[in-house]
């Protein structure tokens, strides 16, 4: 009898064991602030870099000039604040080359003159970040905002795409916006004359007619994607060349109802640019390219996250999937996509306020692994907090993810306090 029982005690604890994993929550881990951090929104928009070729070294970034890197896959971190001879203004944008190289890319600030510096790019060969190489893009008489980069795995190349602004925040209608590419061929040292791929101009007002939103994006063979936002829709061009030409106008791929200037209450702004990426993987979705962002098109009180894809390199675009299955009629929002180049699988992060009446709220994960027909969701955050309207909240959100190992990163603001967090995840842990 003494042994039936023990046989059931085991069979119980076997079944506790397996419905706590199927259930349990991901862990999360809080980065600490640098010590010399000044700026009063510290933690904001932060950018995240798993190194692929060893899967223990993350590197983060958020603004103002806060770094962050982990030898133990993000279970612990060190932080520091950096600094550049044309300053550092915030958006920053992380990213390893094919050599080992750390990168930490930002926007300028000379002399309190921001924006006017063009884009800079530290690099450096120690994973602390010991940024003691540095390199821009030309300082035109323009104004330089919302870069990202992109290394292509063939030839190390550097690939930046941003929003050159005639004057930053201008009213006059004789000011224009247009989306730049410039690119590095010697490790962010040096960069190419800024090129003007959208044709058609937006404004200066840093609102919905605004161009902004270009995320570079790296094909099989080294194609280049970028899209962005601009006119309540979605645009797109591309270069088959290493960058040397693009198609002479942007084609139109999707909507935006509302613009991609989101009012979400309890947040200070938001936006729904889009985020592109493109599978170099294997798997029978290689070189499709994947378009996200948000919007309101299900109403302004029911913000949600949504995606096309293109398999042609670009030619033709499904219609908008939405990505969040909720049936809340409430706040997705802050999104951001990857794609583990490894397997295929596709990565969405985003704010979510499905679980709560109020502005509550928690973050989710979204993962395809049929090339966006299905995807699965998932909370990720531990526990929701609660934003301040009065506090910037920062842009964006990011996330890495390298041979199943998943890095989301994203702020929390909870009675006036900012921090920044990622999650410790593995595909393993994901349910199908």
């Not at 293109?310 to 809340?328: E, F, H, L, V, Y």
């Amino acid at each position: 009898m003494k042994f039936i029982c023990t046989i059931h005690q085991l069979v119980l604890f076997i079944f506790i064991a397996i419905f706590s994993t199927t259930f349990a929550q991901f862990e999360n881990v809080k980065l600490p602030l640098p010590k010399k951090a000044i700026y009063p929104y510290s933690q904001v928009e932060p950018s995240i870099y798993i190194n692929p070729k060893n899967t223990n070294e993350v590197i983060a970034g958020s603004v103002m000039n806060d770094y962050y890197y982990s030898k133990d896959g993000g279970k612990t971190w060190r932080s520091r604040s950096i600094h550049s001879k044309w300053g550092v203004n915030g958006d920053p944008c992380l990213l390893i080359d094919t050599l080992g190289r750390y990168y930490y890319f930002h926007l300028s600030n000379i002399k309190g003159q921001a924006l006017i510096g063009g884009i800079v790019c530290q690099r450096s060969k120690k994973l602390k970040g010991k940024f003691n190489k540095v390199g821009r893009t030309a300082a035109n008489g323009k104004f330089h905002d919302k870069e990202w980069a992109v290394v292509n795995p063939k030839n190390n190349h550097l690939y930046m795409t941003w929003t050159q602004f005639d004057a930053y925040d201008s009213k006059n209608p004789q000011d224009y916006s247009f989306i730049v590419f410039s690119k590095s061929e010697d490790g962010g040292m040096t960069w190419t004359e800024p090129k003007e791929i959208s044709y058609f101009p937006g404004d200066c007002a840093d609102n919905d007619q605004t161009a902004e939103g270009a995320v570079p994006a790296i094909g099989p063979n080294g194609e280049l994607y970028v899209s962005w936002s601009r006119n309540d829709s979605l645009w797109f061009n591309c270069s088959f060349d290493d960058g040397q030409s693009w198609m002479p106008t942007e084609k139109f791929i999707a909507n935006q109802p509302e613009g991609w200037v989101i009012d979400i209450p309890g947040i200070y702004r938001s936006n729904g640019l889009p985020i592109t990426v493109c599978d170099r993987s294997s798997s029978k979705n290689r070189g499709t390219i994947y378009v996200n962002w948000a919007d309101q098109r299900n109403g302004t009180h029911n913000t949600d996250i949504w995606f096309t894809k293109s398999k042609d390199q670009g030619k033709t675009w499904t219609k908008a999937k939405r990505i969040n299955q909720d049936t809340s009629e409430k706040h997705q929002f802050l999104t951001w996509m990857t794609i583990d180049q490894t397997n295929g699988f596709v990565y969405v992060v985003y704010y979510d306020r499905r679980n709560h009446n109020q502005n509550q709220t928690d973050v989710y994960l979204a993962v395809s692994k049929d090339g966006g027909e299905s995807f699965n969701e998932y909370k990720i955050s531990e526990s929701p907090f609660t934003p301040n309207p009065k506090i910037f909240f920062g842009d964006y959100s990011n996330i890495s993810v390298h041979n199943g190992v998943i890095r989301p990163i994203w702020t929390r603001l909870h009675k006036g306090r900012i921090s920044l967090h990622t999650a410790l995840i593995h595909q393993n842990q994901l349910s199908d």
